[in-house]
């Protein structure tokens, strides 16, 4: 005997009495009890030398006499039926702890009760209670709990026992569950920051061994269990997985050999006990759900705990590498260090914008200066540019929305407003320009409008402007002033353009000026200029540059020839001349 099988035996036959398992005459139990019990045991043991030791299952048989046949049918059917002896064994040891609450029934506690002699191999005989336990557990003689722990079944335990596992679930069933744990209890972020800006936010979608849970994404997470029909046991096998999914954060799990078994137990018990519940009258019956209800919960508690501890120890690649340098075993500091990393690799460009924030002050501010004095360009402002060179030379339009769209996507990974104020700058640069319904925007703060409002990128072109030399500046700064005999004071390329476009627009509104309040048939001569100009005045940069030529040309000849007589003579001194005429010949010459 060893010293502590007495303790417990104490202990089980007082928890036997409690649940009702000795015959009337022997309901209450004590110290002669156990006396009887250990003399039939020794009796057994009497032929046998010092290197045996008492197997606890032997216990069983000094009990037996005085036990009731209900409790003890499942043993009796496995005598019967079980042609195992060492499962046998571990049945009568389970039946004889079945009520003692503080005594753990896993394979360890099991093979150390069952022990046979001090020089048996520990290791061995460990494998072979396993085995016997598997047994015993898919005949339905005991049933395996949270924690690998064991429990004898009674007869109407293994009644219940039997309609769990008949119960039925539909497919999918089990990945739905695992997305639970995973996305909801273990790691249930949905994006994840790089560095201190709140901007550079990614979205990542997420997967469970391959198959994917939710919309699609650009990056994911993938969790690989131990429950994945492949098999990534060694580097070669996750490297190549990881290599050709190179936008996935591959998160390999430890082992788990019963994962699909436990959780396919869980939900099955889950769903057949609510059914029970709501059917059983019997008071035992319903305690016995109750019971196992609570045992199911406490099963999925220890599910989520063991992921969780494999989570925290898992093996994370990226792009064919692993990830050797993350050490914490923290499950969320471990991912998000994995999703960084991921990051990192899929969008190769976002170190183009890592030393800026761009905000939408940043536009407005771009929008509004002065000049382009002091701007210089970029190697994330080329990029842009070039993207919508690239879209002119394909014949293809330029639009906001696409823009953003395309530097938010892998290589670049770029946050809206990132791409919004680089275009603004681009502009200020004059190196783009924004049409809106084909009309050409100039004001910044429309422009501002429609870089920023979704509803409004959508509609807006944008077009490579062309490169305006310094000479062309000059030949228009002086075409305006040759026209309006007033200087220009803009500078800018599209400043110059614009001074020019408002000083048509004036002369345009003062000659319908003279026109309209004038009556003198001569002034009729006005109206071929004031069609010209209404027309000019509708053209859009960089239209006056593109033909200022023949502009001259035809301008300052219709300025020559039919603008300036009439406004000279208008403001000449034969005016008052005609003025008399004009009263001489419309006066009143009654007499």
Same mark, same amino acid.
């Not at 429990?151 to 026992?161: C, H, P, Q, R």
């Not at 596992?165 to 790089?194: A, M, P």
């Not at 061994?209 to 939710?214: A, I, Y």
């Given at each position: 005997?060893?010293?502590?099988?007495?303790?417990?035996?104490?202990?089980?036959?007082?928890?036997?009495?409690?649940?009702?398992?000795?015959?009337?005459?022997?309901?209450?139990?004590?110290?002669?009890?156990?006396?009887?019990?250990?003399?039939?045991?020794?009796?057994?043991?009497?032929?046998?030398?010092?290197?045996?030791?008492?197997?606890?299952?032997?216990?069983?048989?000094?009990?037996?006499?005085?036990? &009731?046949?209900?409790? !003890?049918?499942? @043993?009796?059917? +496995?005598?019967?039926?079980?042609? =195992? *002896?060492?499962?046998? /064994?571990?049945?009568?040891?389970?039946?004889?702890?079945?009520?003692?609450?503080?005594?753990?029934?896993?394979?360890?506690?099991?093979?150390?009760?069952?022990?046979?002699?001090?020089?048996?191999?520990?290791?061995?005989?460990?494998?072979?209670?396993?085995?016997?336990?598997?047994?015993?557990?898919?005949?339905?003689?005991?049933?395996?709990?949270?924690?690998?722990?064991?429990?004898?079944?009674?007869?109407?335990?293994?009644?219940?026992?039997?309609?769990?596992?008949?119960?039925?679930?539909?497919?999918?069933?089990?990945?739905?569950?695992?997305?639970?744990?995973?996305?909801?209890?273990?790691?249930?972020?949905?994006?994840?920051?790089?560095?201190?800006?709140?901007?550079?936010?990614?979205?990542?979608?997420?997967?469970?061994?391959?198959?994917?849970?939710?919309?699609? &994404?650009?990056?994911? !997470?993938?969790? @690989?269990?131990? +429950?994945?029909?492949?098999?990534? =046991? *060694?580097?070669?096998? /996750?490297?190549?997985?990881?290599?050709?999914?190179?936008?996935?954060?591959?998160?390999?799990?430890?082992?788990?050999?019963?994962?699909?078994?436990?959780?396919?137990?869980?939900?099955?018990?889950?769903?057949?006990?609510?059914?029970?519940?709501?059917?059983?009258?019997?008071?035992?019956?319903?305690?016995?759900?109750?019971?196992?209800?609570?045992?199911?919960?406490?099963?999925?508690?220890?599910?989520?705990?063991?992921?969780?501890?494999?989570?925290?120890?898992?093996?994370?690649?990226?792009?064919?590498?692993?990830?050797?340098?993350?050490?914490?075993?923290?499950?969320?500091?471990?991912?998000?260090?994995?999703?960084?990393?991921?990051?990192?690799?899929?969008?190769?460009?976002?170190?183009?914008?890592?030393?800026?924030?761009?905000?939408?002050?940043?536009?407005?501010?771009?929008?509004?200066?002065?000049?382009?004095?002091?701007?210089?360009?970029?190697?994330?402002?080329? *990029?842009?540019?070039?993207?919508?060179?690239?879209?002119?030379?394909?014949?293809?339009?330029?639009?906001?929305?696409?823009?953003?769209?395309?530097?938010?996507?892998?290589?670049?990974?770029?946050?809206?407003?990132?791409?919004?104020?680089?275009?603004?700058?681009?502009?200020?640069?004059?190196?783009?320009?924004?049409?809106?319904?084909?009309?050409?925007?100039?004001?910044?703060?429309?422009?501002?409008?429609?870089?920023?409002?979704?509803?409004?990128?959508?509609?807006?072109?944008?077009?490579?402007?062309?490169?305006?030399?310094?000479?062309?500046?000059?030949?228009?700064?002086?075409?305006?002033?040759?026209?309006?005999?007033?200087?220009?004071?803009?500078?800018?390329?599209?400043?110059?353009?614009?001074?020019?476009?408002?000083?048509?627009?004036?002369?345009?509104?003062?000659?319908?000026?003279?026109?309209?309040?004038?009556?003198?048939?001569?002034?009729?001569?006005?109206?071929?200029?004031?069609?010209?100009?209404?027309?000019?005045?509708?053209?859009?940069?960089?239209?006056?540059?593109?033909?200022?030529?023949?502009?001259?040309?035809?301008?300052?000849?219709?300025?020559?020839?039919?603008?300036?007589?009439?406004?000279?003579?208008?403001?000449?001194?034969?005016?008052?001349?005609?003025?008399?005429?004009?009263?001489?010949?419309?006066?009143?010459?009654?007499?």
């Amino acid at each position: 005997f060893i010293s502590y099988q007495f303790s417990l035996l104490k202990k089980s036959i007082v928890e036997l009495s409690n649940n009702n398992a000795f015959s009337g005459t022997q309901q209450s139990v004590g110290e002669r009890s156990m006396l009887s019990i250990t003399q039939r045991v020794a009796q057994k043991y009497k032929d046998e030398d010092l290197q045996h030791i008492v197997q606890f299952c032997d216990m069983y048989e000094g009990v037996k006499p005085i036990l &009731q046949t209900r409790p !003890i049918q499942q @043993i009796i059917q +496995a005598e019967s039926s079980l042609d =195992d *002896d060492l499962a046998l /064994k571990v049945l009568k040891t389970l039946f004889l702890v079945r009520y003692v609450d503080d005594f753990s029934a896993d394979v360890d506690t099991i093979s150390k009760l069952l022990l046979p002699t001090f020089a048996t191999a520990i290791v061995e005989f460990k494998k072979k209670v396993k085995e016997a336990l598997n047994k015993l557990v898919n005949q339905t003689y005991v049933e395996r709990l949270a924690g690998d722990k064991y429990s004898f079944l009674t007869d109407v335990e293994k009644d219940i026992e039997n309609q769990i596992k008949s119960q039925d679930l539909d497919d999918g069933d089990v990945r739905l569950e695992l997305n639970k744990i995973f996305f909801d209890e273990i790691f249930s972020d949905r994006k994840i920051r790089i560095g201190d800006d709140p901007k550079k936010l990614f979205s990542f979608g997420r997967k469970i061994d391959g198959v994917q849970d939710g919309k699609e &994404q650009e990056i994911y !997470i993938d969790f @690989i269990t131990p +429950a994945n029909d492949n098999n990534y =046991d *060694d580097g070669t096998a /996750k490297a190549a997985l990881s290599a050709k999914d190179g936008n996935e954060l591959f998160v390999f799990l430890g082992e788990y050999p019963t994962l699909q078994e436990d959780l396919t137990f869980y939900l099955k018990s889950n769903k057949k006990l609510n059914m029970l519940q709501s059917q059983q009258s019997d008071e035992l019956t319903r305690t016995i759900i109750y019971d196992k209800q609570r045992a199911n919960s406490e099963r999925r508690r220890d599910i989520v705990a063991r992921l969780k501890e494999l989570v925290g120890e898992a093996i994370l690649y990226v792009n064919g590498n692993e990830l050797n340098g993350i050490t914490t075993h923290d499950v969320r500091s471990r991912l998000t260090e994995g999703l960084q990393k991921l990051v990192e690799s899929e969008y190769v460009d976002l170190k183009l914008i890592c030393n800026h924030k761009y905000t939408l002050d940043d536009l407005q501010t771009a929008l509004h200066l002065p000049s382009k004095e002091g701007l210089t360009m970029e190697e994330c402002d080329q *990029d842009v540019l070039n993207i919508i060179q690239q879209d002119k030379n394909q014949s293809v339009r330029s639009i906001v929305s696409n823009i953003i769209g395309k530097f938010r996507r892998a290589p670049y990974g770029w946050y809206e407003e990132a791409t919004e104020v680089i275009l603004a700058k681009l502009y200020v640069m004059e190196k783009i320009a924004f049409y809106s319904n084909s009309i050409l925007l100039e004001n910044p703060d429309e422009i501002a409008r429609h870089l920023t409002t979704q509803s409004l990128q959508q509609g807006t072109v944008i077009k490579m402007e062309e490169a305006i030399s310094p000479a062309v500046i000059r030949q228009l700064k002086k075409f305006y002033q040759d026209f309006s005999d007033e200087p220009c004071k803009a500078i800018e390329a599209k400043e110059v353009h614009r001074a020019f476009h408002e000083m048509l627009d004036h002369q345009l509104e003062a000659l319908r000026d003279i026109k309209n309040r004038s009556h003198y048939k001569f002034v009729e001569t006005l109206q071929h200029p004031i069609d010209v100009l209404s027309e000019l005045v509708q053209k859009q940069y960089p239209y006056y540059y593109q033909n200022i030529r023949n502009l001259e040309d035809e301008l300052l000849d219709i300025k020559e020839d039919e603008i300036e007589p009439v406004l000279d003579f208008l403001s000449g001194p034969n005016m008052a001349t005609f003025k008399k005429m004009e009263v001489y010949e419309t006066g009143d010459r009654s007499n």
